[in-house]
């Protein structure tokens, strides 16, 4: 349907060319804007839910020319991982959507974490260690004390980026 706003002396109207006539009447620019906004909201919700119907159904919200790809394939050209490598979905999900991961503000003193990102990147162990200090760049474990772990705090903590650690809770 092809409409424009027009004005005629004080108020606003949207001008249809399929009715030649206003669908939208006598309105203020506050009301007009209340419209649209509220128009965007409702098209948003409907597109919301038929791209989450889609994506309970088959795991991902494209349509069109990539309805029938798998979702291991659209997530296959990723370069995640270290180097500009491709992760797969489960490591996706380990590095990126795990309650565990951990925020600024979640850090304290003492907490225990874990080194992903060589489990991630390499298929390596996971590294367990206790937060030493932060900085607005970095997270400092103590990932090795001879097992001296009530006594961490002498020992040198390495610089590590929050996004490559997670919450530990000893599984």
């Known amino acids: ?34 419209y649209f906004i509220n128009e965007a909201i409702e098209k948003a919700k409907l597109a919301f839910n038929d791209q989450m119907e889609r994506v ?8 069109g020319l990539f309805k029938d ?7 296959s050209h990723n370069n995640l991982g270290e180097n500009g490598a491709s992760l797969n979905i489960d490591e996706i999900y380990y590095k990126y959507g795990d309650s565990n991961m951990i925020q600024m503000s979640d850090l304290k ?10 489990q991630v990147n390499y298929g390596g162990e996971i590294e367990v260690g206790r937060v030493k200090s932060w900085n607005d760049k970095f997270v400092f474990v103590v990932y090795k004390c001879a097992e001296n772990w009530d006594r961490y705090e002498d020992y040198t903590g390495v610089a590590t980026k929050i996004e490559d650690l997670v919450i530990y809770d000893g599984d």
């Open 1 to 34: 349907m092809a409409r424009a706003i027009i004005k005629i002396r004080d108020k606003y109207f949207i001008w249809s060319t399929i009715v030649d006539a206003p669908i939208v009447y006598g309105s203020t620019k506050e009301q007009l804007l209340n």
């Open 56 to 63: 309970e159904d088959i795991g991902h919200g494209y349509c």
């Open 69 to 75: 790809v798998s979702l291991d394939e659209i997530v």
């Open 109 to 118: 003193k003492g907490m225990w974490v874990a080194y992903i990102a060589n």
